[in-house]
Nanobody
């Protein structure tokens, strides 16, 4: 079992920054990857970024590449998402997720690969 708790969402203006954090507890050592997903009203949940837990390799959606940075602190069992140059279309509930089943990075982009999820944190970007 892995428990995940997100924090750091809020309201920010276009062009601003937010830093989301995900505190993990439980069997975090069993995770192959940690990911961030988001879901806007009326839309499907979509992949944002992922990090291979053991070595820190990162993966990004094209829509956030160059603006968002995912990082992890193994000692603290934390995964952060630094979001810069925010746009109105980044408005969504952001979810942290843990994947304990699939080692291949081919799976990291799919929400189906993740078996543990946090409760989500709202990020709202105003124009």
């Amino acid at each position: 079992q892995v428990q995940l708790v997100e924090s750091g969402g809020g309201l920010v203006q276009v062009g601003g920054s937010l830093r989301l954090s995900c505190a993990a507890s439980g069997r975090t050592w069993s995770s192959y990857s940690m990911g961030w997903f988001r879901q806007a009203p009326g839309k499907e949940r979509e992949f944002v970024a992922a990090i291979r837990w053991s070595v820190g390799t990162t993966y990004y959606a094209d829509s956030v590449k160059g603006r968002f940075t995912i990082s992890r602190d193994i000692a603290k069992n934390m995964v952060d998402l630094q979001m810069n140059s925010l746009k109105p279309e980044d408005t969504a509930v952001y979810y942290c997720a843990a994947n304990t089943r699939y080692s291949s990075a081919n799976f990291y982009y799919s929400s189906n690969a993740y078996d543990y999820w946090g409760q989500g944190t709202q990020a709202t970007i105003s124009s």
